[in-house]
């Protein structure tokens, strides 16, 4: 009989800690699928920043010939996201290296280090400021 209610109580407790973990699992599996929602939404929008943060930061330090962003403002994938530090209602804001034309192939260290933020829709400039590195 003690055998029995041992098992018993040790069957009710995986059971009650069983489901507080599928429960707290649930919610990281929906805060997941919140944030891929949330990017999906965003996606159109973060392109448009990026490409509007790399041109004013191009022409913010000399052009081209000049000055070249890093790499992860030219990405089309996730590797962005190097350069990315904020992301929500607000807008966009961006933070990354550049230098003189093939400076990160070349392995020189960046001359400047440029934050730039947007509109969350992607189309404005809120600021643009080249911080110490």
């Known amino acids: 009989m003690r055998t029995t209610k041992?098992?018993?109580?040790?069957?009710?407790?995986?059971?009650?800690?069983?489901?507080?973990?599928?429960?707290?699992?649930g919610q990281t599996v929906q805060e997941t699928f919140d944030k891929i929602d949330r990017l999906q939404k965003q996606g159109p929008s973060l392109q448009r920043a990026m490409n509007l943060a790399r041109t004013k930061a191009v022409s913010l330090n000399g052009g081209l010939s000049n000055y070249v962003p890093a790499a992860c403002m030219f990405s089309t994938s996730l590797v962005r996201q190097s350069c990315l530090i904020q992301a929500d209602d607000l807008g966009f804001v961006f933070k990354f290296s550049g230098g003189r034309p093939g400076w990160q192939v070349q392995g020189v260290p960046p001359s400047v280090k440029t934050e730039v933020s947007i509109s969350a829709d992607g189309k404005t400039l809120l600021n643009i400021r080249n911080v110490e590195q």
Do not use: D, E, K, Y
Request: proline share 0%.
């Open 6 to 25: 041992l098992v018993l109580g040790s069957l009710i407790g995986l059971t009650i800690g069983a489901s507080l973990s599928n429960f707290a699992f």
